[in-house]
């Protein structure tokens, strides 16, 4: 994994934590705290069907289509205007009942360089200087898409 | 270079301080600590060490370099960049490595398209990403490295193309055009720029089959093709255009000013003119096509005068964006009536930038005011404050320090106020830069280049200040400095 | 970034969107479904994702445009059908009247609830509206970017809130009629404002939520802020309903009578008005209900308000309702910044107290000098007692309007909020009774300066510095509105002249106040010539100390000396009739003093002119007072010394005694030979000698109170005083008291020749200065260079001119415009 340069990040990686070539094999949870904050409860302990502990949860978790799930902090995830109005809790949708955005059309590679961007916006907001965020070349166009889906 | 006199000369052999090797001098040996020579492997490990630490005195970069590279694009904005905009810079980086867009949303081609014209890398292989024949429009900011088949090619590839934009399209030949005819293009808006090579028959052929179906036709840089007899065929068979810009096309005169008059549907219209016109055939002109305009842009015709602005007070009921532009001949007391009492809604975009008297030898212009000054600053702002949202006052220079007081007084603010350009205001100094600041709440961009008072403005976030003096100076040095 | 060789760049995967043209109808089936859950609250099953990225793979295959249309359509029919029908079944019958008033209360109270029924349903239609609209444009996020930058659309939301405004608000509530949805909405909103105004509780936060709605539905697409329904349809039908309202609330007030109800109820409405823009409707009506109120309310009837007989604002005034008139005040001053009726009022009440006032104290006058002209016809001395109740009269004016000046002091810092109009109102109105003369008889300047004497002679005996400092400030405002300041200064100088002379001031440091006081407030020129009053008699009393030590030292010790106190006066600065000789015209000769008395004098005279060469003195006999020692040979041998102060001339009618022998008399001629006083004054110095019961030191032949030219009068050694020193006081003479008629006229005489004068002077002044000056003009500058003295008869200045031009001060230059030269 190589989001080991966000530096002020906490990165505790997780015994499901699963390298990237084996992805396609394995679709795993990754926990990813950012902070000092006590880690959360894992999602699967708390009861889908009581929204209020959702609504109130710091976290969310985000799947990609293959089935890769990611469990940022709630403000960071609404980085992306999209998962923002999914998650909106006023909307009533599944989602903002669950805390769960299942993003259908995009990778697990995709979306853990879109986690890793949202990481990289809240850190740099509004700082005058930016540095660079590394993107691999061969992501780009993906990225790019899901950029546009996610409206981040 | 004066010390290196004292040492061996290069190709000689000597000792390395350090290691105590003996290796050859070269021009790129390096002193020892007590002034010896150091053999390639010590040279290269000093320089290593010296390196580190300047590496870290420069650690926290503050990108100042790119601040102000942005803050001239007009970016101010803290914080990162949106994802979408980083991936589209990196796909423009690795243009030559991709092979299709796949489904990439027509917007993001749109902006991919812009920067990779901004970089001028535009180019033949580049051009087949954006032929997709399911799109219907197609923007290309910077065609001049396309050749003649590339233009064929686009409208080959595309059939369902209505708006065409091609800016810089030197080598848009009558032989592409005939080729778009001959595709029967639903094509509803054409804007060309530099296409200087198509002859006035090709031009008059194309009027005369698209004629019809076009809304907006902007043509700009058509040199000395275009002449009257063009524009009079264009206007006899666009019946439809509601949105006209002709700009730099030298041929075109008082004919085409008057032939422009019957586009009855007009609601957009932005003339350039090279050659002088008459000023009653101006008056005519726009006294026929204002009352249905919303879009009115008049630049460099120096024989306008107030009657023209009366027009404009009388006739315009819907004009948003106004730009009036290069005259000495209106005055403040035109503007003034222009703006008192203007039946028309506040506009949204002014710009009157060099209306102003031009006599050096008198540089204050005389006592009853030519061009946009005081009063008419202020009527200005009166009527259109409040729907503004982008200015250019450049280089009207009669507006006064008291009037930009008293538009930018406490109390007073322009809600909607973006972009504003006061460059070659002397007048303008910080407090009026602070006052400007205050009154416009949504303010992004400042241009201010020649504004000599400005020495120390405060600048909120998120503001990007252009051409500020003390905006300048970090850039010389630092250009001295790499 | 160099470009080094790699691995093609994989385009996103075409076919994972799965979105094809055939698949348009499948996608949109299923988004419709979805959509229709959102409106029936069914959403919690729904995964946003999934409807967002539906409709993004149905943008992304360009059909963007149709799916915009297809969700307009399924809103429309979505309102047209449902949500119409929800509204238009709450619409019960009794809404559909046409009621404007509040008749039967029943009536009221069944289309109150029907009302509430129907604004409850709408609400909610909005508010679901509102929320599922908000909810489907956030999921519909995608399209909703790309139709709006892109096709330059309304956001969806944008467009569906105009199609509830014309799909629902502006449907027709039933196909037969136009009455719409809207209109049933506008009358009930204000048939329950008209309940809540006649003081029924409604529910507001309702209504308030009704016009959210109103405030969130727009004219245009464009959604200017000036389009809201709120401001372009239900703003004017409210203010016009208001309008009728208080203008027949103002007709209702009115004819109740009772102003102070009207402002009660005028300052609740406005109030109340403006909690209701901001609890009930909006706050962006705030200041036009104000407007409807100022005017229909209040402009329209605070003038009748105001002179509301038996309440309005005189009876306010008189009963002192300081809450009263803080209301009228502040209705007043919101819509005329003069507050025209209120200023009348109030300026028409002080100038007829102010007058009562006046008619008082000339009723008590023409009753004492009824009373003075009783005893015998032709006799100049008025008696004591009467005299002393003109004074009385006079003082008693200046308090009186000290007292109003106070009640209106009071009311104004109160009531009126110190508002500068009503003061200067106020001033000008005290200034106008004050100075008003009936037959040109104005006797304000002479009241105030007997109460300024009253008090410094005895008023301020036992009181602290304050209170003094208090009673003279309330002098000083009164001299404020006096115009004719000369005509006070001249009656000043004469009583304060006595005051000096006859050492009667209780205090000289409040005397000194009292002038710095006057400096302050008319200038210094008013007060010159009074401190130089206060010079002389600084001056000479250091005169009268070297003059006795030049005595002592010049003559035999031994020898028993007349001690001598002297006042030099400065004859220009004191009152002309102490400083003349002159009565009536006549001459009158200096009166033969005593040997040894005429000896002082002389050696006196001697001295000062020794002092002061070129000087000439002309003693006041007749101002002086004189110690001497009496002894009185009682019958039964024993001798009684007393020491007596009587005035000059009783003094030299006393010492001719010594030269008669006991038991014998003087008649009143002889006196008069001997003495060569003055008839007036004999007559009143014998009075006090011969008639007064306790300081009878001389009997009079026959015992009567006049004094006849054949009259007997033998010195009394059998009188009788309980005090070693006795004081013997002249009859009337010394008391400052006010003038009768012919010393009043004498008085105006003077002053109106001082006046001319002082015209003069002026107009020698100014065109010294200017040369050549148009009559006009000139006029203007001679006004207000002596307005400060006092306001200059226009004809008086005339004649002067005329006057100067035949005496060649001056010339005329021009006819037309009249203009005048001075001659060098």
């Known amino acids: 994994m190589i989001i080991t340069h966000l ?51 710091e976290y969310v978790t985000l799947v990609s289509g293959d089935g890769f799930e990611f469990v940022i902090p709630r403000s960071t995830a609404c980085v992306s205007g999209t998962i923002r109005r999914m998650l909106e809790p006023s909307s009533r949708f599944s989602e903002s009942v669950t805390g769960r955005c299942v993003l259908e059309n995009i990778s697990g590679i995709v979306l853990e360089k879109v986690c890793e961007y949202f990481c990289y916006n809240e850190k740099n907001k509004n700082q005058t200087y930016v540095p660079d965020m590394d993107i691999p070349p061969e992501l780009c166009l993906e990225l790019l898409m899901a950029a546009d889906y996610l409206d981040a | 270079m004066m010390g290196a006199n004292s040492q061996p000369f290069a190709f000689q052999l000597e000792n390395c301080e350090i290691c105590g090797k003996r290796f050859t001098v070269t021009p790129y040996s390096k002193a020892g600590p007590r002034g010896g020579l150091l053999c390639a492997k010590c040279s290269k490990e000093l320089a290593d060490d010296e390196k580190k630490p300047r590496a870290n005195r420069r650690a926290p970069r503050s990108g100042r370099r790119q601040k102000q590279s942005n803050l001239l694009d007009g970016f101010a904005q803290p914080g990162a960049p949106s994802l979408a905009e980083m991936c589209t810079k990196k796909v423009a980086d690795n243009i030559n490595d991709i092979e299709e867009f796949g489904d990439l949303p027509p917007q993001l081609l749109h902006r991919l398209g812009q920067i990779l014209c901004k970089r001028r890398v535009l180019t033949s292989r580049t051009l087949n990403l954006f032929l997709r024949s399911d799109l219907n429009f197609i923007d290309i900011y910077d065609a001049a490295k396309l050749e003649t088949q590339d233009f064929e090619k686009i409208f080959a590839f595309m059939p369902n193309l209505y708006h065409v934009n091609f800016r810089f399209a030197s080598q848009m030949k009558d032989k592409v055009v005939d080729y778009l005819l001959d595709r029967d293009l639903k094509i509803k808006r054409l804007q060309l720029d530099a296409a200087n090579l198509i002859s006035d028959a090709c031009w008059q052929q194309l009027f005369r089959k698209l004629g019809p179906q076009l809304e907006s036709l902007k043509l700009s840089n058509l040199d000395s093709s275009f002449d009257d007899e063009t524009v009079e065929v264009m206007c006899r068979e666009c019946t439809a255009l509601q949105r006209l810009k002709l700009k730099q096309c030298w041929k075109m005169g008082n004919r085409s000013l008057r032939a422009i008059s019957e586009l009855l549907s007009l609601q957009h219209l932005s003339l350039n003119f090279v050659q002088e016109v008459d000023n009653e055939i101006l008056l005519n002109t726009i006294s026929k096509t204002s009352p249905r305009l919303r879009t009115l842009s008049l630049e460099g015709i120096s024989t306008a005068d107030d009657r023209l602005l009366d027009i404009i007070h009388v006739n315009c009921r819907a004009l948003t964006k106004f730009r009036f532009s290069d005259n000495a001949v209106c005055s403040d007391r035109g503007f003034v009536a222009l703006f008192t009492d203007w039946s028309n809604p506040p506009l949204e975009f002014v710009d009157l930038s060099s209306t102003r008297d031009v006599d050096n030898s008198n540089p204050d212009g005389p006592a009853d005011a030519i061009g946009l000054a005081s009063h008419g600053f202020m009527a200005l702002m009166n009527h259109s404050g409040p729907g503004l949202q982008k200015l250019n006052i450049a280089s009207c220079r009669h507006v006064s320090r008291s009037a930009f007081e008293e538009v930018f007084a406490a109390g007073k603010t322009y809600p909607n106020l973006e972009e504003l350009d006061v460059s070659f205001h002397t007048v303008v100094d910080d407090y009026v830069v602070g006052r400007i600041f205050q009154c416009c709440p949504k303010l992004q961009k400042l241009v201010a280049f020649a504004c000599f008072n400005l020495r120390d403005a405060q600048v909120p976030a998120g503001v990007a200040l252009i051409g500020g003096l003390r905006a300048q100076d970090p850039i010389v040095l630092e250009g001295h400095h790499y | 970034m160099s470009l080094r060789a790699r691995n093609k760049i994989r385009a996103p995967r075409r076919g994972m969107t799965g979105s094809k043209t055939n698949d348009f109808e499948t996608s949109w089936a299923e988004l419709s479904t979805s959509l229709k859950k959102i409106h029936t609250k069914d959403a919690s099953a729904l995964s946003f994702e999934e409807i967002y990225r539906k409709s993004y793979n149905i943008v992304l295959g360009m059909r963007g445009t149709e799916l915009y249309e297809r969700i307009q359509q399924l ?10 029908k929800l509204v238009t079944g709450a619409i019960s019958p009794s809404l559909l009247l046409a009621k404007q008033l509040v008749d039967a209360q029943d009536q009221a109270n069944e289309r109150r609830d029907a009302g509430e029924r129907f604004l409850a349903v709408l609400k909610e239609a909005w508010e679901d509206h509102q929320l599922c609209m908000k909810m489907i444009t956030d999921v519909l996020m995608y399209m909703d970017r790309v139709m709006s930058t892109d096709h330059r659309k309304p956001s969806i939301y944008v467009a569906s809130m105009a199609l509830f405004r014309d799909h629902v608000l502006r449907a027709p509530i039933r196909p037969d009629t136009t009455t719409s949805v809207y209109d049933v909405l506008e009358s009930t909103v204000l048939f329950m404002l008209q309940l809540e105004r006649s003081g029924h509780i409604i529910d507001r936060p309702l209504i308030r939520h009704c016009v959210y709605m109103l405030e969130g539905l727009y004219e245009t697409i464009t959604e200017e802020e000036s389009s809201k329904l709120y401001l372009t349809v239900f703003e004017p039908a409210f203010l016009e309903a208001s309008k009728k309202f208080y203008q027949a609330e103002g007709r209702r007030l009115l004819e109740t009578g009772d102003a102070a109800t009207f402002c009660k109820v005028a300052t609740e409405r406005l109030s109340e008005e403006t909690e209701r823009c901001i609890d009930t409707l909006s706050s962006l009506s705030k200041t036009k209900i104000k407007d409807v109120l100022d005017n229909e309310l209040i402009k329209n009837n605070i003038a009748e308000v105001v002179n509301l007989e038996g309440t309005g604002v005189r009876t306010m005034l008189d009963n002192d309702r300081i809450d009263n008139l803080r209301s009228v005040y502040v209705l007043s001053a919101r819509v005329d910044s003069k507050k025209t009726p209120l200023t009348t009022a109030v300026q028409r009440r002080i100038v007829e107290m102010g007058k009562e006032i006046n008619a008082s104290a000339i009723a008590s006058q023409v009753s004492t000098s009824a009373a003075g002209k009783k005893p015998e016809p032709g006799e100049k001395k008025p008696a004591e007692k009467p005299v002393n109740q003109q004074t009385v009269a006079a003082i008693k004016w200046v308090d009186d309007i000290l007292r109003l000046k106070q009640k209106f002091d009071n009311i104004w810092e109160n009531a009126f909020e110190s508002d500068q109009v009503l003061q200067s109102a106020i001033t000008s109105s005290f200034s106008e009774f004050i100075n008003f003369s009936q037959g040109g008889d104005s006797r304000s300047s002479e009241y105030l300066s007997l109460f300024f004497d009253e008090n410094l002679k005895k008023g301020i005996k036992g009181k602290t510095d304050a209170e003094i400092d208090i009673l003279l400030d309330n002098g000083i405002t009164l001299l404020r509105y006096i115009k004719d300041k000369d005509m006070f200064e001249a009656y000043y100088k004469k009583h304060l002249s006595r005051r000096l002379l006859m050492k009667r001031s209780v205090s000289m440091d409040a005397e000194r106040q009292m002038i710095s006081k006057m400096k302050m407030e008319v200038g210094n020129q008013f007060t010159q010539r009074l401190e130089s009053m206060f010079k002389d008699m600084t001056i000479s009393e250091d005169l009268t100390s070297s003059y006795k030590e030049h005595m002592r030292q010049s003559s035999d010790p031994d020898q028993k000396r007349i001690e001598l106190d002297i006042n030099v006066l400065t004859s220009t600065m004191w009152p002309m009739e102490i400083m003349s000789n002159a009565r009536n015209d006549e001459v009158q000769l200096p009166p033969i003093l005593p040997k040894e008395v005429d000896s002082v004098k002389q050696s006196f005279e001697q001295f000062y002119l020794g002092k002061h060469n070129g000087r000439k003195l002309s003693w006041q006999a007749s101002m002086g007072t004189a110690d001497i020692r ?126 001319g004068a002082s015209i003069e002077a002026a107009i020698v002044r100014i065109m010294k200065q200017r040369k050549t000056l148009i009559h006009s003009q000139l006029m203007t500058e001679v006004l207000s260079q002596l307005s400060a003295r006092f306001v200059p008869d226009v004809n008086m200045i005339k004649k002067r001119i005329e006057s100067l031009i035949d005496r060649e001060y001056l010339e005329r230059v021009e006819e037309d415009p009249p203009t005048y030269g001075y001659v060098a």
């Open chain 1, 7 to 57: 530096s002020p990040a906490r990165l505790v990686p997780l015994p499901y934590f699963h390298p990237i070539p084996s992805l396609s094999f394995a679709p795993s949870t990754t926990y990813l705290f950012i902070g000092t904050s006590p880690p959360p409860t894992p999602p699967h302990t708390m009861s889908a069907s009581d929204p209020s502990s959702s609504s109130q949860s």
């Open chain 3, 75 to 84: 809103e429309r029919e979505w309102l047209d059908t449902e949500v119409h």
């Open chain 3, 630 to 755: 009496a002894t009185f040979q009682r019958a039964n041998g024993k001798v009684q010394r007393h020491e007596l102060n009587v005035s000059t001339y009783a003094m030299i009618i006393l010492l001719l005694f010594n030269d008669v022998p006991t038991g014998e008399s003087l008649t009143y001629t002889e006196i008069q030979e001997r003495t060569r006083i003055p008839d007036h004054d004999l007559i009143r110095n014998l009075q006090s000698l011969a008639v007064a019961p306790k300081t009878r030191v001389l009997k009079k032949d026959p015992m009567s109170k006049d004094v006849k030219p054949t009259d007997k009068f033998v010195f009394n050694n059998e009188f009788q005083s309980p005090f070693m020193k006795v004081r013997i006081g002249v009859v009337s003479g010394s008391a400052n008291k006010v003038e009768n008629q012919d010393q009043r006229k004498e008085t105006e005489k003077k002053m109106s020749e001082e006046r």
